[in-house]
């Protein structure tokens, strides 16, 4: 039989044996095994944002949620504390937690057993996912508020109980004075599913992965329809929409393989995104003639009030599409997981591109018109065979993620009037061997560019002032780029794993390198750091192996973890006067360093600051100083400056 792990008693012990509160951040703390989050320190409420079980082999996790840790009432778990924690078994939560954050235990599927206080007030989005060992819940009376389908993908739930303001009937979760069907459990069984006909709405992802349900039957009386509500069942053939339905949320029928042919009725007058994305098999949507605002025009369906391209059926089997004359806006998720597409011509009535449009399409030429001055985030993700794109003058910025994982993009003209690129817009283009950025930008988000592999050379220019972390990360050719001026922090790893570069020149107005801006330059055989420059980030220069000598800055007051650890072609260091602070393991691996020089003005050495150099290294040191006696503790022989060593005591 299993060991059995009981959280509780074991948390005892551990606060009995040995200090376990350590203050990570002004509002964050370790309280074994869980992490919280002050939430109000003169009330002393926090949150739970965490949880790192002891290792034990093979243990399943019998876990009470306190009420109060190190002195403060946990009155809250926050969002994902505890995902993905599968050796949970069961799970008890304490009375005096009112909350629970969105997806908080998802895909914790070892759960059995799950017990909700009295007093509990809300569940967040998804907060029990795809549980799937989860086969009965109780939901307290006092609860007030249910976030987007909590029970998703619970496939084995077979018992939910509610009160309050909340019931479960007919097979499924509703809020009573809001007719709103929040969860329908998978276990109601399989065939055709009537919702109740006093339900005015269904909510997000309530039916979301239902693949053994083969039909929905939609009552009269039903108004709304929300986003992502019948995601993913596959077993649906065909829906007969409700005249009193007025409005449906993008990705609606998202994924439903199965689903043939559907009929939008005149009073259906509100489509937000693309309701079909995915559905490979719809061959079939039909419009009312009587239908004022939505409309089929060339075989898209288009809400005619602001002439938006709602969807391209997946299933049409043509290479080249032209948008209609007249289109204004390309929807979200208009074209997305559109397969067999090579060509998309847009009219230059087209002012703007929206979120997804053209996700994960085998689009591979697309002229964006001039007329264009938006576009979404994610709008060319993933077109995999997407080579060249022109981005229109009137565009001034770039959003995130808008040609990542484009692997074949060779070409891109971006205009002058750009400012912004956001995070991930070009990550992972494997192709894009140069770009040019123009002389308006002002603002580079996160991994813009990391993992453009083929990308050798790069021109920041002046007009850039802020740039996110891990910019060129992984940009494996990258060689010599030019960073502006203006820049005063060179931001976390900026250049991270970039194994071709060779040197870079830094501004003069540095004040600060970030963590991990080097780190794994095995190429890098040059640098000047500007005597401005007062802190060096842990890792900084960690693994740049090629690295045989370096003049630390005048101005240097602390050098992080790691910063150089693993420089093998450092022989010497010296610490310039006024450096304060070299925490631990600041040079550890540098298995060539035979010298290093540390000044008097050093009060605080980390541990293992030259752990694995070479045993006959020698360390410079005043006498007297801080330094000498730090060597004395980590079992060095140190050296003054006039070559006499320490009397032996």
Not at 67 to 78: K, P, S, T
Not at 189 to 214: L, P
Not at 327 to 349: R, W
Request: proline share 5%; aromatic share 6%.
């Amino acid at each position: 039989m299993k060991n059995r792990w009981f959280c509780v008693l074991s948390l005892l012990m551990m606060l009995m044996a040995c200090t376990i509160a350590s203050a990570a951040s002004a509002d964050t703390k370790t309280v074994a095994p869980f992490t919280i989050q002050i939430l109000d320190d003169e009330e002393r409420t926090a949150q739970i944002t965490g949880y790192s079980p002891m290792r034990t082999d093979d243990d399943e996790i019998d876990l009470v949620i306190p009420a109060e840790l190190d002195g403060y009432a946990i009155v809250e778990i926050g969002d994902s504390a505890f995902k993905l924690q599968r050796r949970l078994r069961t799970v008890t939560i304490s009375e005096g937690i009112q909350a629970i954050g969105s997806r908080a235990f998802s895909s914790c599927d070892g759960i059995t057993r799950l017990t909700l206080p009295d007093g509990l007030k809300r569940i967040g989005n998804r907060a029990f996912s795809n549980c799937k060992g989860l086969t009965e819940v109780a939901l307290p009376d006092t609860l007030e508020s249910i976030g987007e389908n909590p029970f998703a993908l619970c496939s084995n739930l077979t018992r939910v109980t509610a009160g309050g303001v909340f019931a479960v009937e007919n097979g499924a979760l509703i809020r009573k004075n809001e007719n709103r069907l929040i969860a329908y459990f998978h276990s109601a069984g399989e065939g055709e599913y009537t919702v109740s006909e006093e339900i005015r709405t269904i909510g997000k992802s309530a039916f979301a992965e239902c693949r053994e349900m083969t039909g929905i039957r939609l009552q009269e009386g039903l108004e709304l329809i929300e986003e992502s509500a019948f995601k993913g069942c596959t077993g649906l053939k065909a829906i007969v929409i409700p005249e009193s339905l007025t409005t449906i949320g993008n990705r609606t029928f998202a994924d439903c393989t199965g689903l043939k042919t559907i009929e939008i009725p005149d009073t259906l007058t509100t489509i937000e995104g693309n309701p079909f994305m995915g559905c490979k098999n719809l061959t079939d949507i039909r419009v009312s003639n009587q239908n004022p605002m939505i409309g089929i025009v060339s075989g898209v369906l288009m809400d005619m009030r602001d002439m938006r391209l709602l969807c391209y059926p997946c299933v049409r089997n043509q290479k080249v599409f032209e948008v209609p004359d007249g289109t204004k806006i390309i929807g979200a998720s208009a074209f997305e997981f559109t397969y067999g597409l090579e060509q998309i011509i847009l009219p230059p009535s087209v002012t703007a591109i929206e979120n997804y449009a053209f996700s994960n399409c085998t689009l591979r030429e697309i002229r964006i018109p001039d007329t264009v001055e938006s576009i979404g985030m994610w709008a060319f993700e993933n077109c995999g065979n997407l080579e060249e794109v022109t981005v229109p003058a009137a565009v001034t910025e770039l959003k995130a993620m808008t040609f990542a994982y484009c692997s074949r993009l060779r070409n891109v003209v971006l205009p002058e009037g750009l400012l912004t690129i956001g995070d991930d817009a070009f990550t992972d283009c494997k192709q894009l061997a140069a770009i040019t950025l123009p002389q308006s930008l002002t603002s580079l988000g996160s991994t813009v560019f990391s993992g453009c592999d083929m990308l050798t050379e790069i021109v920041i220019p002046e007009s850039v002032e802020s740039m996110g972390s891990r910019v060129f990360k992984g940009c494996t050719r990258l060689e010599s780029p030019r960073l502006p001026a203006s820049l005063s922090i060179l931001p976390e790893g900026t250049f991270e794993y970039c194994r071709a570069l060779r040197t870079v020149e830094i501004p003069e107005g540095l004040k600060g390198i970030s963590s991990n801006v080097f780190n794994g330059c095995t190429s890098l055989t040059e640098i000047r750091i500007p005597d401005r420059v007062r802190t060096i980030g842990d890792s900084a220069f960690r693994g740049c192996t090629g690295l045989t000598e370096i003049t630390l800055p005048t101005m240097l007051r602390t050098i992080g973890e790691y910063a150089f650890g693993g420089c093998t072609g450092l022989t010497g260091i010296r610490i310039p006067s006024g450096t304060t602070t070299i925490r631990s393991h600041a040079f550890e691996d540098a298995e060539n360093l035979q010298n290093a020089v540390i000044p008097a003005s050093v009060s605080k050495m980390g541990i293992r600051v030259f752990y694995h150099c070479p045993l006959d290294m020698v360390v410079w040191v005043e006498k007297d100083s801080y330094a000498e006696k730090w060597c004395d503790g980590e079992a060095l022989s140190p050296v003054y400056w006039d070559g006499t060593k320490p009397a032996v005591h």
